[in-house]
């Protein structure tokens, strides 16, 4: 018999293991079919890894009790594998609640850009900013997503547009991944907006001949860990030309391509994925037939992001039930930035069933094993399965569903969240 393993959960009235054959990904027919135990338990080895997970009574005949760290009897309790938010903006200073009112009022993300708002205004606040201060509102933004039942978050630059600044907010980044329980995926985005003063193809040389080189000599040396690359393909931003070079340069750095396509104009984003083998790309609103089917060949995941769609008040919401339909991978993100201030994935998929009709079963798939997948991650994160790592959430609720049904309820139904074997909230 084992000793001192880390947890046992027991008797949970479901275990939503997501799957348990070892599939990296979902698309629709298996993401309806979600693998769930009723009266279940998971043991979290001293690794921090999942060890068992089965019916209670043959996890019982197995384990004793005492050869644990750890007990929680989850009795009229639902697990669920930590979820996955599979893309967010978390390091800048300065908020943009002003913009809000004016986008109440009927200006667009471009009329805000243009005039200067938007990302630019983020940019000026965070090249400003300390580095410390930059860290510690970092630190919060993540306890809340963690709260809210995040335990993996991808992670992005982009509010530096010169070399200085990115490098910055991709250390503050690095510091928070060493400091924090929370599961980070960091991506560069130095290409986020065209910085002022520069046109885009001045951004574009910058990017090419100073930004990635420098990036690439610290990765080299070990200073710095960088998972993906994103670049924001879109009118009066990057255009397919530039954007294919930069994703082009950062795949041969060793970087993941997940970037930002089709979100206000249809660019031919989604082939262009399909094309340079993109783990994801997020947004689509504007994505083409082709593209999707583009995107469901080349197993690209698409990272749909409800919130943006619903702040800017788009006609276009992302087609899921188009991509779902033609064997797109599809994953969720909050979008968490100054426009879209949302922490909580829950509120997300609550979004996603209500405004892109997805189903529940569908929007939990895709914020946990297929957002894991879009960060290249899903072998190791997104599903309750032996040998993945033990992050998950024990909810107040006799059915995982109420994770979602109430909305913007995660403070009643989140009971606890376990980090690798660690309750990280209480
Ligand atoms: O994904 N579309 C571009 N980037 C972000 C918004 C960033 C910002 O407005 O600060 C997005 O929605
Ligand atoms: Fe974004």
Same mark, same amino acid.
């Given at each position: 018999?084992?000793?001192?393993?880390?947890?046992?959960?027991?008797?949970?009235?479901?275990?939503?293991?997501?799957?348990?054959?070892?599939?990296?990904?979902?698309?629709?027919?298996?993401?309806?079919?979600?693998?769930?135990?009723? *009266?279940?338990?998971?043991?979290?080895?001293?690794?921090?890894?999942?060890?068992?997970?089965?019916?209670?009574?043959?996890?019982?005949? !197995?384990?004793?009790?005492?050869?644990?760290?750890?007990?929680?009897?989850?009795? *009229?309790?639902?697990?669920?594998?930590?979820?996955?938010?599979?893309?967010?903006? +978390?390091?800048?200073?300065?908020?943009?609640?002003? %913009?809000?009112?004016?986008?109440?009022?009927?200006?667009?993300?471009?009329?805000?850009?243009? #005039?200067?708002?938007?990302?630019?205004?983020?940019? %000026?606040?965070?090249?400003?900013?300390? +580095?410390? *201060?930059?860290?510690?509102?970092?630190?919060?933004?993540?306890?809340?997503? !963690?709260?809210?039942?995040?335990?993996?978050?991808?992670?992005?630059?982009?509010?530096?547009? &010169?070399?200085?600044?990115?490098?910055?907010?991709?250390?503050?980044?690095?510091?928070?991944?060493?400091?924090?329980?929370?599961?980070?995926?960091?991506?560069?985005?130095?290409?986020?907006?065209?910085?002022?003063?520069?046109?885009?193809?001045?951004?574009?040389?910058?990017?090419?001949?100073?930004?990635?080189?420098?990036?690439?000599?610290?990765?080299?040396?070990?200073?710095?860990?960088?998972?993906?690359?994103?670049?924001?393909?879109?009118?009066?931003?990057?255009?397919?030309?530039?954007?294919?070079?930069?994703?082009?340069?950062?795949?041969?750095?060793?970087?993941?391509?997940?970037?930002?396509?089709?979100?206000?104009?249809?660019?031919? =984003?989604?082939?262009?994925?399909?094309?340079?083998?993109?783990?994801?790309? =997020?947004?689509? &609103?504007?994505?083409? *037939?082709?593209? $999707?089917?583009? /995107?469901?060949?080349?197993?690209?995941?698409?990272?749909?992001?409800?919130?943006?769609?619903? $702040?800017?008040?788009?006609?276009?919401?992302?087609?899921?039930?188009? /991509?779902?339909?033609?064997?797109?991978?599809?994953?969720?993100?909050?979008?968490?930035?100054?426009?879209?201030?949302?922490?909580?994935?829950?509120?997300? /998929?609550?979004?996603?069933?209500?405004? /892109?009709?997805?189903?529940?079963? %569908?929007?939990?798939?895709?914020?946990? $094993?297929?957002?894991?997948?879009?960060?290249?991650?899903?072998?190791?994160?997104?599903?309750?399965?032996?040998?993945?790592?033990?992050?998950?959430?024990?909810?107040? #609720?006799?059915?995982?569903?109420?994770? $979602?049904?109430?909305?913007?309820?995660?403070?009643?139904?989140?009971?606890?969240?376990?980090?690798?074997?660690?309750?990280?909230?209480?």
């Amino acid at each position: 018999m084992s000793r001192n393993d880390r947890l046992l959960v027991k008797n949970a009235k479901q275990v939503v293991l997501i799957c348990n054959n070892g599939e990296k990904y979902l698309t629709k027919q298996s993401m309806n079919n979600l693998c769930v135990i009723e *009266d279940g338990s998971v043991v979290i080895g001293s690794d921090g890894l999942i060890k068992a997970v089965g019916s209670a009574e043959a996890i019982r005949a !197995q384990y004793s009790e005492s050869s644990f760290d750890r007990v929680i009897d989850a009795t *009229d309790m639902c697990v669920l594998p930590g979820l996955v938010d599979a893309h967010t903006h +978390p390091v800048w200073a300065g908020d943009r609640v002003h %913009e809000f009112a004016m986008k109440l009022a009927g200006a667009t993300y471009m009329d805000v850009h243009r #005039a200067g708002g938007g990302i630019h205004f983020t940019v %000026e606040h965070t090249r400003a900013a300390a +580095p410390s *201060d930059l860290l510690a509102s970092l630190r919060s933004r993540l306890m809340r997503l !963690q709260r809210a039942g995040t335990t993996l978050v991808e992670c992005k630059s982009g509010y530096g547009l &010169e070399l200085q600044t990115e490098i910055k907010m991709l250390e503050v980044i690095e510091e928070a991944r060493c400091s924090l329980p929370i599961n980070i995926s960091s991506t560069y985005c130095g290409a986020h907006a065209v910085p002022k003063g520069k046109t885009a193809a001045e951004a574009t040389e910058d990017i090419l001949l100073v930004q990635l080189p420098r990036l690439k000599e610290l990765m080299s040396a070990g200073k710095l860990r960088v998972d993906n690359i994103d670049v924001f393909c879109e009118q009066g931003v990057f255009d397919l030309d530039s954007t294919r070079s930069i994703l082009e340069a950062g795949k041969e750095m060793g970087l993941n391509i997940n970037f930002h396509g089709d979100e206000l104009h249809p660019m031919n =984003s989604a082939q262009l994925g399909a094309e340079l083998g993109a783990l994801a790309v =997020s947004h689509l &609103e504007e994505v083409t *037939d082709e593209g $999707i089917v583009a /995107m469901a060949k080349a197993k690209t995941a698409a990272v749909l992001l409800p919130t943006t769609a619903y $702040i800017l008040r788009y006609c276009n919401t992302p087609r899921a039930r188009d /991509m779902l339909d033609a064997g797109v991978i599809v994953a969720l993100g909050s979008d968490f930035n100054p426009n879209a201030y949302c922490c909580s994935m829950p509120i997300v /998929m609550h979004l996603a069933c209500v405004n /892109m009709r997805m189903s529940m079963s %569908e929007a939990l798939a895709a914020a946990t $094993i297929n957002a894991a997948f879009a960060l290249g991650r899903s072998h190791t994160h997104g599903s309750l399965e032996v040998n993945k790592h033990g992050d998950l959430l024990i909810l107040n #609720a006799t059915r995982w569903e109420h994770l $979602i049904y109430q909305l913007g309820g995660h403070q009643e139904t989140i009971r606890y969240v376990i980090i690798k074997g660690s309750v990280v909230y209480d």
